[in-house]
Structure formats: structure tokens, C-alpha cells
């Protein structure tokens, strides 16, 4: 319970509850569309969807500065390549946030004369950019704890007093076998690493969907939304399971 209420005392955990919410509609909308008899209750998920939707932009007027702060952080990260990708994962950030705010500006009628399809357009722009260096940046990681599991296992054989064993690539049609291996040990003793793949991943159908890069229903879109609001509020619950900016 004590988990629960620092929980929703948080911005950042109420969007993700709310988000979580907005896309579990989705996808039961979705599910519920073909079926007859359910036009009433699709309805309601709809408007629930919408409403969710409308109040998350609330939350989110503030995360301007939060994008902003968390650029100044990843410039300062020792390892090169995720200071390159975070940097630029997070000034599109910025962008998006900014591009959301005006969106949302236009919605509630604060300005008039903006074309409100043309800004979410760039909105989605930005935060595809935004996924695909933070994507970047999870393969960068997993491809290093892929390195260290491999010298870690050649170090147990060396040592080993049988050095004649079983071995997956001393087949080179199971190469596909070893690798997959190899990738779900690696994921297995880094659970940070793999919430933070397994969250950009699912988010980025949204932007794909968006851009007509890759249509997807709105169940897949609902599916992948749920995931990664539920991969986000374990790391807001347990702020250890956040992947560390090294």
C-alpha cells in the first residue's frame, strides 16, 4: 500500500497509470468492435479512451523541463555512444514535448491559426526519432552484456577439469540457437536492460503507425501500449529497475 500511494503521489506514476488505462481501452475496444451486441460498451471505451487521453496532457506540461534536465544529464555520461544517443534521444524529446504543448494549446482554445494535424505530425516525427536513438543506445548495451556472458562462459571452460563438453556453436546450423541463448542470459542478469528494450520497443508502434511507416490495428497499437505503460510503472514503483545512464 505504501508502494501504491508514493506511486500515484507522483506525476510521473499518475501518466503511466492514466496510460495504462488509455491503452487497455484501446485494446479492448478492439477486441469487443466485432462481436454484436457491444456497440454501447465500445462506445464507453471510447469516450474513456479519449477523456484518459485529453487529461494525460495535463501531466505532461511540465515534462518540457524534465526532457531539458535529463539532456544536461546524458551529456555528461562517460561511455560515448549512449552520450551520443541520449543526447539525441532526449533533444527530440524536447521537441516532442513542445510540439505536444502547443497541441494541446490548440485543443483547449489558448491559440487559433494552427493546423493541429500538422503539429502532431511533428509531434510523431520527434518521438520516433526520439525511440529509435534510445533503441540505439538498448542494442549498444545488450551487444556488451552479450560480450561479457560469452567471456564469462569461456572463462567457466577454461577453467573446467572436462574441457570436452557439449557446445551450442559447435554446430553451425544451431548458430541461430547459440546467439538467442547468449541474448536471453544477457537480458536475464540485466531485468533493467530488458524492461527499457521491451518498453521503446512497444512504443515505438506508435509513432511507426502514425507516420505510415508500418500500419498496425489498434489492437497491436492498445497491446504494445499496455506493455510499456506496465514496463514504466515497474520502473517508477522500483526506481532501481531504471536502466543507469553509465
Not at 40 to 67: D, I, P, Q, Y
Request: net charge positive; proline share 3%.
Amino acid at each position: 500500500m505504501d508502494a501504491f500511494t508514493r506511486f500515484t503521489n507522483q506525476t510521473q506514476g499518475r501518466d503511466r497509470f492514466f496510460r495504462a488505462t488509455q491503452y487497455t481501452c484501446m485494446l479492448l475496444r478492439y477486441l469487443l468492435e466485432s462481436k454484436p451486441g457491444k456497440d454501447k460498451v465500445v462506445l464507453k471505451l471510447k469516450k474513456l479512451e479519449s477523456n484518459v487521453s485529453t487529461g494525460r496532457k495535463w501531466f505532461r506540461l511540465g515534462n518540457v523541463v524534465h526532457a531539458v534536465q535529463a539532456t544536461e544529464q546524458s551529456i555528461r555520461a562517460s561511455d560515448p555512444v549512449p552520450r551520443v544517443c541520449l543526447t539525441l534521444a532526449n533533444l527530440n524529446r524536447v521537441v516532442y514535448f513542445i510540439c505536444d504543448t502547443i497541441i494541446w494549446a490548440k485543443s483547449v482554445g489558448l491559440t487559433s491559426g494552427i493546423n493541429k494535424e500538422k503539429w502532431q505530425m511533428r509531434a510523431a516525427r520527434h518521438y520516433y526519432y526520439f525511440l529509435v536513438m534510445s533503441l540505439i543506445r538498448d542494442l549498444y548495451e545488450v551487444s556488451l552484456q552479450m560480450g561479457r556472458v560469452a567471456h564469462d562462459r569461456a572463462e567457466r571452460e577454461k577453467s573446467s577439469q572436462d574441457p570436452v563438453g557439449y557446445h551450442v556453436v559447435d554446430e553451425e546450423t544451431e548458430w541461430l540457437q547459440s546467439l538467442l541463448l547468449l541474448l536471453f542470459q544477457s537480458l536475464r542478469r540485466h531485468p533493467p536492460l530488458l524492461l527499457d528494450t521491451v518498453k521503446n520497443f512497444c512504443d515505438i508502434l506508435i509513432p511507426l503507425n502514425q507516420l505510415g511507416i508500418y500500419k498496425s490495428n489498434a489492437g497491436i497499437i492498445g497491446l504494445g501500449g499496455l506493455v510499456s505503460s506496465v514496463a514504466g510503472i515497474i520502473t517508477v514503483v522500483y526506481p532501481q529497475m531504471k536502466l543507469k545512464i553509465r
